[in-house]
């Protein structure tokens, strides 16, 4: 029941993202990349993890050049399909991500990786999603690879959405994770349950 509810909801906003107008999306993207670099928790962390946005995904690629600028450390996910498990890898310029044959820019294998446990200075980790609500809780694409990875992440954790795509509501598991802000191109919203579901957190 939870799956085809979700399901429906995937086709739909999936459909409504490939109806967006180009100049609308770019506009909505800039936008929601200026609000980045005025959070807090941007401005102090010395990791930024990002993903590489698919075509009709909001695009981030804004936020890791400012990340560059200020001297962060960047990192961008390596996804092992086989596990549906993530590693964050640090790059160095945006030129290093590559395809991964599927599609997706990802980076180089031997670059460092992101440890949560030992890494212990400020990090941020923007989360794509179709929708969110209004309790952080999110809905991808449904190979839980972010729910995974964000179980044992204890840094901030913000959810990156067109603020008409934030629903009252999306139908959730018990694997499923919330985040802890809303970043949307009007603005910042921290989650009704941030952090509740994420270890030391809550």
């Known amino acids: 029941m939870i799956k085809k ?3 429906d909801i995937r086709e739909e906003y999936k459909e409504r993202r490939r109806q967006m107008q180009p100049e609308e999306k770019f506009r909505r993207d800039e936008a929601i990349c200026k609000a980045a670099e005025g959070l807090v928790s941007f401005r102090y962390a010395e990791y930024v993890l990002l993903y590489a946005a698919t075509a009709d995904e909001i695009d981030v690629s804004a936020i890791a050049k400012a990340a ?3 001297g962060k450390k960047v990192l961008f996910p ?3 399909r086989k596990s549906h498990t993530m590693t964050y890898h640090t790059v160095s310029s945006l030129d290093e991500l590559a395809d991964d044959g599927m599609g997706i ?3 180089p294998a031997e670059n460092p990786v992101y440890d949560a446990e030992t890494d212990t200075a400020g990090a941020v ?4 999603g179709l929708v969110y609500d ?3 809780y999110r809905l991808g694409y449904g190979k839980g690879f972010y729910d995974r990875y964000l179980s044992g992440f204890s ?3 913000i959810g990156v959405v067109y603020s008409d795509y934030i629903l009252p509501e999306v139908p959730r598991g018990r694997f499923d994770v919330t ?3 809303l970043l949307t191109e009007k603005g910042v919203r921290v989650t009704k349950d941030a952090g509740k579901t994420r270890p030391g957190k809550g």
């Open 5 to 7: 509810q979700k399901d």
């Open 68 to 70: 560059f600028a200020k």
């Open 78 to 80: 390596r996804c092992d």
């Open 105 to 107: 820019l990802e980076p």
């Open 125 to 128: 980790c923007f989360v794509p």
């Open 134 to 136: 209004r309790a952080g």
């Open 155 to 157: 840094g901030c954790t």
């Open 179 to 181: 985040v802890d802000i």
